[in-house]
Structures are given as C-alpha cells and as structure tokens.
C-alpha cells in the first residue's frame, strides 16, 4: 500500500522560467522510469483474430463521417503479429519501460464472462518478449476500447459497466500479475467521458452532457473498484491512474476571465484530480453542471470507492488551455484561445512551460503522490527521405524543451518517477486516423516498415547518457 502522506499546500522552490542548457539522464533521480507509449487499438490491428470481440472504436470508425479517410483499426500497424520486431525496437531505443494497453475485447469478448484464453495469451507472449529484453512492463487496463455489447447495455453513463470493468481488471490481474507490476487502470477518463457521450467526438460518438457525467463518475467508480481488485490479487503492485491535465491560463487580465479559467480549470482538471485524490468533487463545479446534472447517479460510498489510495498519478501533457470569457459574458461560455505560439500538426500550441506549471500545480495542491509522466509527444507531418531517413527536428526540440521543464519540476520538489514519450511508433490517431504521426519511429502504413526517425535516435542517445542541448 503507498506510503506517501499528502503534506497539503508545498512551497515548491521557484525556478527561471527558461534555463536553456544542456541536459541528460542524470538530470533526473537514478532511479527514474524512462519508456515509450501506445494502446491496444491505435496499433494492434487483428481485430477480427485471436477471439477478439468488437469494440466501439470498431463501430465508430466504421460509421461514415466519423474518423478522418474512413481510416480504422482493422490492420492498424499490425502490433498483434509484429510485437516480437517490435519489442526488439523497445530493446535498440534503451527503453527501461513500455506501457501499453490491454484491449478488453481480447480478453472478455462480450465485455463480460469467461476470458479469451487466446487473448490472455497474446499479452503473455508480449509480457514475456519484454522481460526477455530487459524491459519492464505497464499495462494500462483501459484505453478507450470498450467492448460493443457493454456500450449496447449502456456503456459508461450505465453503473453496471463499473462492475464489469472490475471483473475484467481481475482477470488481468490473475492472468498477468505475476510478471506485471504496473498497472493503470484508465487512460484519460476525461475523454472517455466527454469526447464519447459528451462532443461525440470519440466513440461511442454521442452527445449528451448528462450521459457525459454520468460516464465519468462511473469511469471513476470502475477505476476505484478496479484498484480494489488489483490490490487483492497482485499485492505488490504499482497502481495509478493516468489523467490529461493541462495548465490553464487567461487571454487575457479583462473582466470575467478569472471566471473562465475557474470553469476550464475545474472541467478539465479538478472534476478528476477531486475524486481521485481527494474523495469528493468540487463544488464549485458542480454548481457549474446543475443545470446538465443533479448528479443522481452518485451513491453513498462511490467517492470513498473512488477515492482509493494511489502508488501513483499518471500525467499526460501536451499543451496548455488558454481562455476567455465567451461571446456572451455571465453565461458560463468559454472561448479558448491561443498566444500565437508554434503549433503542432495537431494545432496545439508547443508550451514546455505548461507542463513545468502542471507537475508543480498538482503537487502543490494534492500532495507528494509520486507522478508518472505517461505520455508527452508531438504530431509533425514526418516524411521517409530519398536515403532512408525520417529527419524530424521540430519534434526532438519539442522532447528536449519537456524534459528540460520535467528537470525543473524535479529540482522545484516534484515527486516526478518516469517519463514514457508518445508514442513509439506512428499509429492510428482516433478521429485523425493515420493523418497524424505522433511515433518516434515512423511507420509506412502500406509496407508496415519501421524506421527509427531521428527523434528516436536522439531519444536512445539521450537514455544513454548523451548530454542534448535545448
Ligand atoms: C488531448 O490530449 C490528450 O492528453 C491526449 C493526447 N493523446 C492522448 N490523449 C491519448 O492517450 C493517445 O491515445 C493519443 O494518441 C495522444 C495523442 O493525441
């Protein structure tokens, strides 16, 4: 069981805001955790083999209009039959660790049930070609590919779901547990939960802000009850939970904007960050959402569920929100905005700051739970040269300016443990399809070759203890 003791409000030492310089691996504790990323349906593919039932990202993506080029999972880039090549990149990088996601559909087909035993077995051959080569494995249990039949009972805004994903956290936990030892019971529930039932922007694509909130309290209950099950049948686990947190900051210094960056603040940050850390939701944003929600569906003891003791908090970062009050000041709307900084392909502005800002905050405000850096890259539009080389130096100034900011968090307090980049390999980017190229190895979707980009060889470089200027 964790150890730490929430200190409350900490005095994290200031720090220049830009320390430009040269950097390495000693930067940081020796002990510190350095991987890549990815999950199951972004680049698995066999998504008719091995028993694996559908999910609804295979129904989203087949649904016309949905995903960029109609592009989907189906083939993806084949991870499910190249994972040995794979794990030999993992190997040639100097990875420490690599954190994937078991897809639920391989393992209980319906969503609920006996397990798929040739599912389980898929991820034990990869459990093992890791530990074969030195590398540590984290499974994340859930990265958005929720089985169909579950979505056609209800899907997250249906309580039930919470128990199935408990059972299934079980099953993985007995399948895998005596060889996986980190285990991340949701990626980003914040998009589950409000890209899927909230924009429909994401599977299952609906849109309805009450089904939203009722998705991520259930989200957040799956995540307790999933805890709970893990402790009991793998006692020396590492457990977290990865949440996307951003800084969020105004356009401007005019009236109302305090409002707005309160209101984005509280949605994309603390109606997460509360529960999971602190037991309860914060009430000014739930008297944000009354008019969506009277929160019926929260019952007695979920937040004390919900609120389970933690080994770590997983912190995706890309960039920072920047708001201002909306067209129609007093209504609650909100304009996000930008400040002009340079952008990657996916249009989010490249901010290092805001990531020094995010680790500094969350520590400030919830504690000394130890954090985990569980995802951080760049999309650039990434082209295969005539001599075989991917040159891609906008995404290492971009890796180099985060470590360099993760360094300071660390010097200012931090309790900061590992850094995992995004993503491996180019993969199947949710409603953007294969358009956008977040890998440090670059993929040619119709040949599946893999070639290290240079990102990728500064990246092994850098976890050799080459020191990298930034
Ligand atoms: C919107 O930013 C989020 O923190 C976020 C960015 N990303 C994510 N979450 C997901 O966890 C990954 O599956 C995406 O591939 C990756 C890149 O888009």
């Known amino acids: 069981m964790p150890d730490h003791q929430d200190l409350g409000h900490r005095d994290l030492q200031n720090q220049p805001d830009h320390d430009h310089g040269a950097l390495s691996r000693g930067d940081f504790p020796p002990e510190f955790t350095w991987g890549v990323a990815t999950s199951s ?140 030892k980190h285990f991340i019971t949701l990626n980003e529930p ?23 909130l009722a998705a991520a309290h259930h989200l957040m209950l799956g995540h307790g009850l999933a805890v709970q099950a893990l402790r009991e049948r793998v006692p020396d686990a590492q457990v977290g939970i990865t949440l996307n947190l951003y800084p969020v900051t105004g356009a401007h210094d005019g009236h109302g904007v305090d409002d707005a960056v309160r209101r984005i603040d509280g949605l994309s940050n ?42 770590f908090l997983g912190v995706n970062y890309y960039t920072r929100h920047v708001v201002a009050p909306g067209a129609f000041p007093g209504t609650g709307l909100v304009e996000f905005t930008d400040r002009g900084l340079p952008t990657t392909a996916m249009g989010w502005e490249v901010d290092a700051d805001g990531l020094f800002d995010i680790l500094t905050r969350v520590t400030r405000d919830y504690g000394d739970l130890p954090l985990v850096m569980t995802e951080n890259g760049a999309a650039f539009d990434d082209e295969v040269g005539a001599d075989g080389t991917v040159h891609d130096p906008r995404r290492i100034d971009f890796l180099a300016g985060h470590l360099a900011a993760a360094a300071r968090a660390v010097r200012a307090g931090v309790p900061l443990r590992g850094y995992f980049a995004w993503s491996l390999m180019d993969n199947f980017e949710w409603a953007e399809g294969y358009a956008k190229r977040f890998g440090i190895v670059h993929v040619d979707f119709d040949t599946q070759e893999r070639t290290v980009k240079d990102s990728g060889r500064w990246y092994a470089a850098f976890l050799a203890g080459d020191r990298t200027q930034y």
């Not at 189906?74 to 190997?91: F, G, K, N, S, T």
């Not at 914040?190 to 939203?212: E, I, K, M, T, V």
């Not at 939701?281 to 937040?303: M, N």
């Open 41 to 180: 349906y972004q680049i698995e593919g066999a998504t008719s083999e091995g028993g694996r039932g559908p999910s609804i990202w295979d129904t989203f993506s087949a649904t016309p209009g949905r995903v960029v080029d109609g592009d989907n999972g189906d083939v993806a880039v084949e991870h499910y039959r190249r994972y040995q090549q794979d794990a030999d990149l993992m190997a040639g990088l100097g990875v420490d660790a690599y954190r994937f996601s078991v897809a639920w559909p391989r393992i209980q087909p319906t969503g609920s049930g006996p397990v798929n035993q040739a599912g389980v077995d898929f991820y034990s051959r990869l459990v093992d070609a890791l530990l074969e080569r030195g590398i540590t494995p984290w499974a994340t249990l859930y990265h958005w590919d929720l089985p169909q039949p579950l979505e056609d009972l209800g899907g997250w805004p249906s309580r039930d779901t919470a128990y199935r994903f408990a059972e299934y956290a079980a099953h993985v936990a007995d399948a895998l547990g005596d060889r996986v």
């Open 190 to 212: 914040w998009c589950s939960a409000f890209l899927g039932y909230g924009s429909g922007r994401h599977a299952p694509g609906r849109s309805d802000g009450a089904a939203a």
């Open 270 to 311: 603390r109606w997460f960050l509360d529960p999971v850390l602190r037991g309860a939701y914060p009430k000014d944003v739930v008297e944000d959402v009354a008019h969506i929600s009277d929160l019926a569906f929260v019952a007695d003891a979920d937040l004390e569920t919900i609120n389970a003791p933690l080994d």
